[in-house]
Each structure stands twice: as structure tokens, then as C-alpha cells.
């Protein structure tokens, strides 16, 4: 039996579809109401839209539809030139079943958080994640290089982007060296396909890089 918030998000997935960029959805209060669920629940069902670009909270104002631009097989590297720091590497179980990589809760995967520089600016920060058995060994490894000079040393390349505008979190926040959160280029790029190997979102700031596809 599938979890109640992946019921809700694939239920409001449906509804977004049909619905133009721009448009408001309900609030948290009003669609556990009507799916009859906790807040908590749809609060993780409005997270998982909001990670793959497809939805965008304002906060005092709600959520909104997003129109993102799917690139499938474009190889692109959007943060080509932008250099590397590595913040955090952790090995953990994937927890709650993650659809877009086939896991199941009882599989581990390697997470990563990087921030992309140029100078002694932040322009992006990357929050990653590896299948772990896929990786053997990774966090012995020079994880203070971009994802995807990493991931090139296996053999792999990115085979779709998807491209929209989204919110940091507090701490994404802070390493984008921004006062408060603000929308910013979200950037949804995985690797490897049937099965993906690995997937990222980078929170990139419109006013220090530009994206050229």
C-alpha cells in the first residue's frame, strides 16, 4: 500500500497538469480537508512537487504552478565554469520509497551538498543524491569537484534537466548568501537512465550566472 503523501502528490500531479502556470492551488488546510489527510501530509506531497520544479511556495501568499523546461538527454552542464566546494557527504537509507530512482526504503543512498562558486561569490548550491550501491567506496573518494566531474569519472552523463523557478530552504538560504529566501533557478538534473543513478537540485542566483543552453 502506498504511503498516503504519494497518493496526494500524484492526485494534485493530475490537477497541476491541467492547470496554466500561475495559478494558485489551494491551501495546505483546505486540501487536507478535502483529501482528508493530515497537513503534515500534504505538506510532503507540496515538497515533492516543489523538488521537481513543477510547483513554487510564496511565502503569505501560497503555491503556485510552475511551467518548468525539460531538456531530455541534453548533457547540458548548466554551472560548466562555476567551481566546487563540498559542504556535507553522508551515507544514509533512503528512508521513505523515491520514486524517480526506483529505491525502496531499505536501500541507502550517498547525499551531497555543494555550493558552485566564481571568485569569492556563491552563485549555486547543489544538493545531490547517489544511489550508494552504485558507488561503492564514493566518500573515499575527491568529492571536493563538481557532480558532474564526478559522476563523468564513471562513465555517466546527465540525461535529462528540468528547469524551473523554485524557493531555498532556510539553509540553502544561507549558502546562497541571501537575507531571506528568495525565487531562484531550480535546476532538477539526473544521471544515468532505466535505472537513474543520481539526481540533483541546484537553487542557482539569476543575479551572478546566467544559463546558457
Not at 2 to 25: H, S
Amino acid at each position: 500500500m502506498k504511503p498516503k503523501y504519494t497518493a496526494v502528490y500524484e492526485a494534485l500531479l493530475q490537477r497541476i497538469q491541467r492547470m496554466n502556470p500561475g495559478d494558485k492551488l489551494e491551501s495546505e488546510a483546505k486540501l487536507a480537508e478535502n483529501f482528508k489527510v493530515a497537513p503534515m501530509t500534504v505538506r510532503r506531497a507540496l515538497e515533492m512537487l516543489a523538488n521537481e520544479g513543477r510547483t513554487i511556495g510564496q511565502r503569505g501568499r501560497g503555491t503556485f504552478v510552475v511551467d518548468p523546461l525539460t531538456l531530455q538527454g541534453s548533457g547540458i552542464d548548466v554551472l560548466k565554469g562555476a567551481n566546487a566546494r563540498l559542504i556535507s557527504a553522508t551515507i544514509e537509507s533512503a528512508g521513505n520509497p523515491f520514486e524517480q530512482m526506483g529505491l525502496s526504503g531499505e536501500e541507502f543512498v550517498y547525499r551531497m551538498v555543494h555550493t558552485r562558486f566564481v571568485g569569492d561569490k556563491v552563485v549555486a548550491v547543489q544538493n545531490s543524491m547517489l544511489v550508494a550501491s552504485a558507488f561503492t567506496g564514493l566518500l573515499g573518494r575527491d568529492l571536493t569537484r563538481s557532480l558532474s566531474d564526478i559522476l563523468t569519472e564513471d562513465g555517466l552523463s546527465i540525461t535529462e534537466t528540468d528547469i524551473s523557478m523554485g524557493l531555498p530552504d532556510i539553509r540553502e538560504t544561507q549558502l546562497l548568501e541571501l537575507d531571506e529566501p528568495q525565487a531562484c533557478l531550480s535546476i532538477t538534473q539526473r544521471w544515468g537512465k532505466d535505472p537513474v543513478r543520481a539526481i540533483s537540485v541546484t537553487f542557482v542566483r539569476t543575479d551572478r550566472w546566467t544559463i546558457r543552453l
